[in-house]
């Protein structure tokens, strides 16, 4: 049996240990890896190989993923995933390993549609928003960096006395916004998720400042498309001179933390014995759900949309008025 595994759309932390683990694992229950570059653009054109140990030695604490990532649009043309499927054939893969998001998932499940190549997905986004796994591969590096900006960020508003507008990723979700806000002990919160009133929030703030307060931390998801809008409101209704951040594909880079080098391990083991198993399943993504890995199919993920659990919302309450 050989395996091949490829890495589609946004990249995230967690995908190289994820790829690492892959290919031993496969050497460990005798399968060939094989390793396709730049997704499933590389898929199209051929750009695979056939995976040794020394590919991947060395890379458990990268950011990024060292088969690169692409968002493939000619993947959606019929041609072109013929062409791929025959680029497997050439190498005798069977089956394969995707890290990517729901967008990706779907385009392999019309390829094992047009020609029955089994895979499994492995969810890995730092917007962790894929419906049916309560973690995406990437999310807690993402928010150490979150973290990080936010910490530093606090420490010159405060010297200047200023407020400052975080803007986040997360794409049309607010998970990496509200995790930041709570964690970082802001002041406003502002995601897709969750209502907000300004004018109670603006009184507290006019408040706590002439008691006072030196800065004002305000976490933005991208997805509300507010961070310009929160600036003014700050100056001109609050009256507190401030800056924005946008943290943009910062987010997306640097060391796994360790949480997310244990969570590709297991991933990827599961991953792999699953397609060992060959009980001739069409596409699935291992997710993790109630602290569980289970498997799940495609169509599964794709029957909803990803919410964010309601106790989390309700932890952000002091922060929307
Ligand atoms: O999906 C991951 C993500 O980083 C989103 O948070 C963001 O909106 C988008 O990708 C950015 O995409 P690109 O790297 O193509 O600009």
Not at 250 to 264: C, E, H, K, S, Y
Not at 276 to 295: C, H, M, P, S, W
């Amino acid at each position: 049996m050989a395996i091949g595994i490829l890495t589609s759309g946004g990249d995230c932390a967690g995908m190289n240990p994820a790829i690492k683990q892959f290919v031993d694992h496969c050497f460990m229950k005798n399968v060939q890896p094989y390793l396709i570059y730049d997704g499933l653009e590389g898929l199209i054109d051929g750009d695979i190989k056939q995976a040794d140990h020394k590919d991947v030695a060395g890379i458990i604490h990268l950011g990024g993923t060292i088969l690169r990532s692409s968002r493939s649009k000619r993947f959606f043309q019929f041609e072109y995933r013929k062409q791929a499927f025959e680029n497997l054939q050439k190498h005798g893969i069977d089956k394969l390993v995707i890290l990517g998001g729901d967008g990706s998932f779907r385009a392999l499940n019309q390829f094992y549609k047009d020609f029955g190549v089994q895979f499994v997905g492995i969810p890995s986004t730092i917007d962790n928003d894929i419906f049916g796994t309560d973690y995406c591969l990437g999310v807690d590096t993402a928010l150490n960096i979150i973290r990080g900006a936010t910490d530093a960020v606090r420490d010159t508003s405060a010297s200047f006395k200023r407020g400052c507008v975080i803007e986040t990723m997360g794409r049309d979700c607010g998970y990496l916004a509200l995790v930041s806000a709570i964690t970082c002990g802001a002041e406003v919160c502002i995601i897709p998720e969750l209502e907000y009133n300004l004018d109670s929030l603006g009184l507290k703030l006019r408040s706590q400042i002439e008691h006072g307060r030196l800065y004002v931390v305000c976490v933005v998801a991208e997805g509300t498309k507010k961070t310009n809008d929160l600036v003014q409101w700050l100056e001109n209704d609050v009256g507190i001179e401030t800056r924005a951040t946008t943290l943009g594909h910062i987010q997306r880079g640097g060391n796994p933390t360790v949480f997310d080098r244990l969570m590709a391990t297991e991933f990827a083991t599961f991953a792999v014995d699953k397609l060992i198993q060959n009980d001739n399943n069409e596409g699935l993504v291992v997710v993790y759900k109630d602290g569980q890995f289970e498997f799940v199919s495609i169509e599964h993920v794709n029957s909803q949309k990803y919410t964010i659990s309601p106790n989390l919302l309700q932890m952000a309450q002091g922060m929307v008025h």
